[in-house]
């Protein structure tokens, strides 16, 4: 449960310990930006062909493996699906980084210029704005179109950063890192997979790992100083979040794309229980440390439940 102290007892306690004092962290993670932060323009090899034979993604996480539609589809076309789904998380991305940069934006306003959380915050900018212009640069070398969110998902976006509370931001920003970073971490050491998508996705491993301990720090603090209706609000919008990033995470689009009927392939993966454990496994570190602080109850649990990454 999580607990605001009481006036006089020192710093903000909640169900994990007392919180770090905020400018320790950004000074902390500064110092890690300085050591390790990257230019993909650089330190990435975009002018070498594709190699014949490697995925674009491991097929252990492209969205039909193991339906009887997978087993029936031959080699080939599960290697273009992985393409397409590739280009599809990138796509993903953009999107989501863009509302990241527009709520950092928003947490910052009215924050100390001069403060250490401040300038990490527009560190943080920084390397999203790298990370953007990576994906955008390997969509349009996979050759395919990109995929944006359906209409609908972009316009209810629009209207969740702009009425989304400040902890509420932190929470919609870890379910769109996490999950992703998750399945980046089995995508990286994997010699199955194309090269520029190992080093595109170490980078961001890297790179996300502080965004990461910063989002989760500030929304420690924020959920155990905010009052009930903040916080009742900010379930709410995690669960709408996470239903509407489920929805979206592969845009179907891409089953039309290699050839597949888009009905058919879409009742599969809805079916899938290994799709549902990839899923599930990959918010997992996530949906407990959500649960620990207080974000997972209510109404917002069970938007969580629906959205199928929580078990």
Wanted: glycine fraction near 6%.
């Amino acid at each position: 449960m999580t607990t605001a102290p009481r006036a006089g007892t020192g710093p903000l306690h909640d169900a994990l310990g007392p919180l770090k004092d905020r400018e320790q962290v950004a000074e902390r993670l500064l110092e890690s930006s300085a050591r390790h932060s990257f230019d993909p323009d650089r330190e990435l090899d975009w002018d070498a062909p594709f190699e014949e034979g490697k995925w674009f993604w491991p097929p252990e996480l492209v969205s039909l493996y193991g339906t009887p539609l997978w087993r029936r589809m031959p080699e080939e076309q599960r290697m273009d699906l992985a393409r397409h789904e590739a280009a599809s998380l990138a796509s993903l991305g953009v999107w989501f980084e863009v509302i990241l940069i527009q709520l950092l934006v928003r947490h910052i306003y009215d924050k100390p210029m001069d403060s250490s959380h401040v300038r990490y915050a527009l560190t943080e900018i920084e390397d999203e704005c790298r990370h953007s212009k990576m994906f955008t640069r390997f969509i349009r070398k996979t050759g395919v179109r990109p995929y944006p969110v359906s209409r609908l998902h972009h316009n209810l976006a629009r209207v969740i950063k702009s009425v989304s509370t400040t902890p509420g931001s932190f929470a919609a920003t870890l379910l769109g890192e996490e999950i992703l970073d998750w399945m980046q971490r089995l995508t990286f050491p994997d010699e199955r997979v194309q090269p520029l998508v190992r080093g595109i996705t170490r980078i961001h491993v890297v790179e996300e790992a502080r965004h990461v301990r910063y989002a989760r720090e500030e929304l420690r603090r924020q959920m155990a100083g905010c009052p009930r209706w903040k916080a009742e609000l900010t379930r709410i919008s995690s669960g709408e979040a996470a239903r509407m990033m489920s929805l979206s995470f592969v845009n179907p689009r891409v089953y039309t794309d290699v050839g597949l009927d888009r009905r058919a392939a879409l009742a599969q993966v809805r079916a899938s229980g290994h799709r549902r454990e990839v899923m599930q496994e990959g918010a997992r570190r996530l949906t407990d440390f959500l649960d620990e602080i207080g974000v997972l109850r209510g109404v917002g649990r069970r938007l969580w439940r629906s959205s199928g990454l929580l078990a």
